[in-house]
Structures are given as structure tokens and as C-alpha cells.
């Protein structure tokens, strides 16, 4: 049986390596930004597996949908957060911070315009914004595939 996996080693070793070689000619060039967040995700499948052999006490697919729900829902988290930030829910809010303190201020610097600062939905990044959507939805598939698995098994 070993003699069998060894040939199916070298048999797909060339392919194996012409894919490795492709892509990282793609990354190099920065061309596609998909290859990136797909890098990323296998980061993140990797921590999440390397996390539950580190911490859990068994290795049964229960505590690998554990570990990946956690990971995913704190992605979700800050996905929703960026999202209340994008939608301009904090905007008043800092606006009438900004108002009050340049009211009740003592020092007053009269060079800071504070009408004139960007508001937090102004300042939020839309390619941050798409990495984390991309990652955050990457991750609670794998999730849902995982529970599907367990439940299914």
C-alpha cells in the first residue's frame, strides 16, 4: 500500500509543481487579487486546523466545526461592524462629539475645522471591506459543510 501512494506521489508531483510554479508567477505579477484572498483563506483554514490540534483533546470533526465556528463568527463580527460603519451609523454620533468638544473646549485651536474632518463611513476601505466579505462567507461555508458532514455521518 505504501508503494502504491508513492507512485501516485511522483505521478502527480510534476503537476503538482507546474500549478506552484503558475501561481506564483500570478502572484508575483499582482494580477489577480482572488489568488490573494484565496492564500489568505488556506492561512486561515491552516491556524484554524494547527488551533484545534493544539487545544482540543480529541480529533474528531466535532471539535473542527467548533474551531471553524469560531474563527468564522469572529470574522462575521467584524464583518457587520464594518458594515454599521460603511451604512454611516456612527456618523451623528461623531459629529456631535466633534461639535461638542470644540464647543466646551478651553483651548480652542481655531486652525481645526471640525465640520471639516471625513466621518467614519468616509474613511472605511472598500477593498478591506471585500477581503473580509469574501473571507468571512469562505469560512462559514466551510463551517455549514463541516456541520452537514457531522450531522450527515
Same mark, same amino acid.
Given at each position: 500500500?505504501?508503494?502504491?501512494?508513492?507512485?501516485?506521489?511522483?505521478?502527480?508531483?510534476?503537476?503538482? &509543481? $507546474? !500549478?506552484? +510554479? =503558475?501561481?506564483?508567477?500570478? @502572484?508575483c505579477k499582482g494580477?489577480?487579487?482572488?489568488?490573494?484572498?484565496?492564500? *489568505? &483563506? $488556506? !492561512?486561515? +483554514? =491552516?491556524?484554524?486546523?494547527? @488551533?484545534?490540534?493544539?487545544?482540543?483533546?480529541?480529533?474528531?470533526?466535532?471539535? *473542527?466545526?467548533?474551531?471553524?465556528?469560531?474563527?468564522?463568527?469572529?470574522?462575521?463580527?467584524?464583518?457587520?461592524?464594518?458594515?454599521?460603519?460603511r451604512g454611516g451609523?456612527?456618523?451623528?454620533?461623531?459629529?456631535?462629539?466633534?461639535?461638542?468638544?470644540?464647543?466646551?473646549?478651553?483651548?480652542?485651536?481655531?486652525?481645526?475645522?471640525?465640520?471639516?474632518?471625513?466621518?467614519?463611513?468616509?474613511?472605511?476601505?472598500?477593498?478591506f471591506y471585500s477581503?473580509?466579505?469574501?473571507?468571512?462567507?469562505?469560512?462559514?461555508?466551510?463551517?455549514?459543510?463541516?456541520?452537514?458532514?457531522?450531522?450527515?455521518?
Amino acid at each position: 500500500m505504501r508503494r502504491y501512494y508513492l507512485f501516485l506521489i511522483e505521478e502527480c508531483s510534476y503537476d503538482i &509543481l $507546474l !500549478l506552484a +510554479i =503558475t501561481n506564483a508567477e500570478i @502572484l508575483c505579477k499582482g494580477e489577480n487579487r482572488m489568488n490573494k484572498k484565496g492564500i *489568505f &483563506l $488556506l !492561512l486561515n +483554514i =491552516t491556524v484554524t486546523v494547527l @488551533l484545534v490540534f493544539i487545544f482540543s483533546d480529541g480529533y474528531g470533526i466535532i471539535h *473542527f466545526v467548533n474551531g471553524f465556528f469560531f474563527i468564522s463568527f469572529a470574522y462575521l463580527i467584524v464583518l457587520l461592524f464594518q458594515l454599521t460603519i460603511r451604512g454611516g451609523f456612527y456618523n451623528g454620533i461623531t459629529f456631535g462629539f466633534r461639535r461638542f468638544r470644540s464647543i466646551m473646549s478651553r483651548d480652542r485651536d481655531y486652525l481645526e475645522e471640525w465640520k471639516d474632518k471625513p466621518l467614519p463611513s468616509e474613511k472605511t476601505n472598500d477593498t478591506f471591506y471585500s477581503f473580509l466579505k469574501f473571507q468571512t462567507i469562505a469560512l462559514i461555508g466551510i463551517f455549514l459543510l463541516l456541520m452537514f458532514l457531522y450531522y450527515l455521518l
